[in-house]
C-alpha cells in the first residue's frame, strides 16, 4: 500500500482537474503501519466508492484512458486508476468490463484482479480501480528480460489459474499463441514483490464467443475455482454482473463457463483428480 505523508503536498494537489502532479510516495512501510488501511475487499470498495479525489495524474504512458488520481477519505490514502471508456465496439474499451472482471473473481474466489468499483467521476459513470503497489514488474518485462519466478511451481499455479480466468472472460488480452508471448498487452499483469499476480485492465474483455479460445491449455485447475465455476450458473451470472454486460455477453460466459467444466471434468476423468486439481494457497 502507498501513502502521502506530507500534509503541504496534499493539500498542493488538492484542485481537481487532470493532471495535477501527485506528491512524493511515502516509504510504503508507512500505511502498512496505518491501523485504519484498508485491507480486505470489502474495505478496498468502500473506500473507492467514497473517498475524496485529491489529485490526479497521467499514467506514464501518456494515454487519456486511464488517468491515476489519490483518493483520500480523512483517514487513509491510496491511488487508484479511472477508466471512462464505454464502447460495446469489441475494438473499443468499456470501464463496464473492469468492474464485472472484479465481480466475476469475487464471485470465484480467486482474488487475482484489482478491487473496482462503478463511480462518478467528472460527472461520467467509471470504474475506480484500486493501484497495486508494491509492483516487482509486469509480466512483459519478465518475458523480455527472461527472468525465472523463484518458486516456479507457486508461479505456474497462479498462472495456471489466470489461464482459466482468460478463457471464461473471453479476454482479447493475454493470448497465449506463441506470436502473442511478447505482445505489449502482458503487461496488464502485474508482479508484487511476494511473486503475487495482480491484473489489471480487463477493459477489452467479456467477448461473445462461444467456444474455447485455447482448451488445450487448460491442464490443471485450483480446486476451488472448478467448485466455483459449477456453481455459478446463468441465473447468478446474470444476478452479479447483468448491470455490466448485456444479455449477449452474459450468455456466451455462461457458455464458456460449463465448457471450461467439461474440458475439467474429462480430463479428471481420463488422468485422475491429483493430476488434474491443485490448492492455490489463500489468497487476500
Ligand atoms: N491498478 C493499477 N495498479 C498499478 N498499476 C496500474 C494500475 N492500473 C494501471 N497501471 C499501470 O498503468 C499501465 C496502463 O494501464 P492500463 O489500465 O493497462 O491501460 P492501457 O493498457 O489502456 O494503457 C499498466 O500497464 C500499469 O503499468
Ligand atoms: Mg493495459
Known sequence: MRAFAAPALL????????????????????????????????????????????GEAELSSG???????????????????VQTSTSRDRSERDYRHNIA???LDKA??????????????????????????????????RRRQKIEPPDLEGWNRQVQAVRVFDELMANAYRKVSPASYLS???????????????????????GTARELENPESLTRCDRTLLNRLRQLNA?????????????????????????????????????????????LPARQ
Open 63 to 81: 494515454a487519456r484512458q486511464p488517468w491515476r488520481v489519490s483518493l483520500d477519505d480523512g483517514k487513509r490514502k491510496h491511488d487508484a486508476t
Open 235 to 279: 441465473g447468478a451470472l446474470k444476478q452479479q454482473l447483468g448491470r455490466y454486460l448485456t444479455s449477449e455477453q452474459l450468455d456466451a460466459l455462461e457458455t464458456r463457463r460449463a465448457l471450461i467444466v467439461k474440458c475439467f471434468d474429462e480430463q479428471i476423468a481420463s488422468r485422475g483428480e491429483s493430476a488434474v486439481l491443485y490448492d
Open 184 to 206: 505489449t498487452v502482458w503487461d496488464n499483469l502485474l508482479i508484487t514483490r511476494g511473486w503475487r499476480i495482480r491484473l489489471i485492465d480487463h477493459t477489452r474483455t467479456f
Open 101 to 103: 472482471a472484479y465481480e
Open 108 to 141: 470465484l474466489e480467486l482474488n487475482l484482479v484489482s478491487p473496482s468499483v462503478e463511480r462518478t467521476v467528472n460527472g461520467q459513470p467509471a470504474a475506480v480501480t484500486w493501484w497495486v503497489d508494491d509492483v516487482l514488474m509486469d509480466e512483459l518485462t
Open 11 to 54: 493539500a498542493a494537489a488538492c484542485v481537481v482537474g487532470r493532471a495535477v502532479p501527485l506528491p512524493a510516495p511515502a516509504h510504503p512501510q508507512d500505511l502498512r503501519a496505518a491501523p485504519s488501511a484498508p485491507v480486505t475487499r470489502a474495505e478496498r470498495e468502500a473506500f473507492l466508492s467514497g473517498a475524496n479525489i485529491v
